[in-house]
């Protein structure tokens, strides 16, 4: 599984001009799962993003976890993380898994971090989502379970 985890003031999420999710300060995390991933690495992956520590503590250095702090959390899947830009000038996805096979595996991380965070918002799987964010920092980490 790979996340990409943006440190936010603030991001929504809406499909079809109808808002689903919506945070304040915490972190916005795009998640990709791979046909090689299993319920282990959602578990993984979300213990890892709960705790990361990603919020400046009282001396400005990056001691802090979403946990810690009680910011929130915006999950959204995005099986373009997994894309393989590397030949040509149209990304292939043959490293993302499919509908049927992420779609369990991100319910799995979803319920792995809402045992850890209240109130987790999401998206919806599979759906045209627009998402806006205001980045605060900026501070993007990229993470993947398993770790190569």
Do not use: W
């Amino acid at each position: 599984m790979r996340a990409l985890i943006q440190r936010v003031s603030m991001a929504k999420v809406s499909v079809a001009g109808k808002e689903l999710g919506a945070i304040g300060r915490g972190l916005l995390v795009y998640v990709g799962v791979a046909p090689t991933d299993a319920a282990e690495d959602a578990a993984k992956l979300a213990d890892k993003v709960v705790n990361i520590r990603l919020f400046a503590d009282d001396e400005g250095k990056l001691n802090r976890s979403v946990l810690e702090t009680g910011g929130g959390l915006l999950v959204i899947s995005n099986f373009a993380l997994l894309a393989d830009a590397r030949k040509g000038r149209r990304p292939s996805f043959c490293s993302a898994a499919g509908g049927d096979q992420a779609q369990p595996l991100h319910k799995a991380f979803l319920d792995a971090v809402s045992r850890l965070i209240p109130g987790v918002q999401t998206g919806r799987f599979g759906a045209d989502m627009a998402i806006e964010s205001v980045a605060d920092g900026p501070v993007n980490i990229i993470i993947d379970i398993p770790i190569c």
